[in-house]
């Protein structure tokens, strides 16, 4: 049995999937699904990351995130080292349960960042035909 | 040449990704990055998609979002069939380059979700030890 059926039941119908009340994550093939993390109280992106089945099931149990680290091929614990930890104050699935969203409050909001950033988010994409630049903020 | 080497120079260093202000996309390997996107006047998440190099070129050029249909294979003007167009009010990249934020306007806010809703994430994750269940709203 797989780490994901052993945790999750298997993907329904079309139907089930988006109107039942089962959480059946379609993991990738790689075994993830994405995750979405906002700022509970300021509504803001802080991230994207990814969760295989431990990692979600682990973040509903405990209400801590936890997700998969693609680069190192291992189980993370967001803020284990840094101090920022991520509490979940509230997941969500969206229809076809490929993604879900998190939205947290975070214990140390200038290590949510590996640069030491309050987000990943910091710098805007130009717009227009001759869009693509990066500024920051 | 690929598509996308046509369309945004090839990613650099590291340094480079994270801190410089040219759009170097990091494409997986079905040659995708993920969209966030969110309302740009409420704030709230609305789909999680993934773009091509064209589909990401055409949303810079034209200020209305494009996404790469998984499913259907294929480029996808969002709400082309449906007229839940997106105009996009700004965009941002992350850290590592494999994500952008869409902040968007919708025309018809009650088709962005192919279920018809306003929000692909219209069900909630029950959290603890016996989590798992979802209901809506």
């Known amino acids: 049995m797989s780490e994901a059926a052993r945790r999750f039941p298997a993907p329904g119908s079309k139907a089930e999937l988006e109107e039942g009340s089962a959480l059946t994550p379609r993991f990738d093939a790689t075994g993830l699904v994405t995750a979405v993390v906002t700022d509970a109280e300021r509504g803001g992106l802080l991230m ?5 089945a431990e990692a979600l099931d682990l973040t509903i149990r405990t209400g801590i995130a936890h997700y998969w680290s693609r680069s190192r091929g291992s ?10 930890l991520q509490s979940v104050r509230e997941i969500r699935v969206d ?3 490929d993604a879900v969203w998190l939205k947290v409050s975070v214990a140390k909001p200038e290590d949510t960042c590996h640069t030491h950033r309050d987000t990943c988010f910091y710098r805007t994409v130009a717009m227009g035909p001759d869009g693509g630049r990066l500024t920051a903020g």
Chains 1, 2 share one sequence.
């Open 95 to 97: 229809c076809d349960q």
């Open 48 to 52: 994207v990351a990814h969760m295989n």
């Open 75 to 84: 189980l993370w614990k967001k803020g284990e080292t840094s101090g920022a």
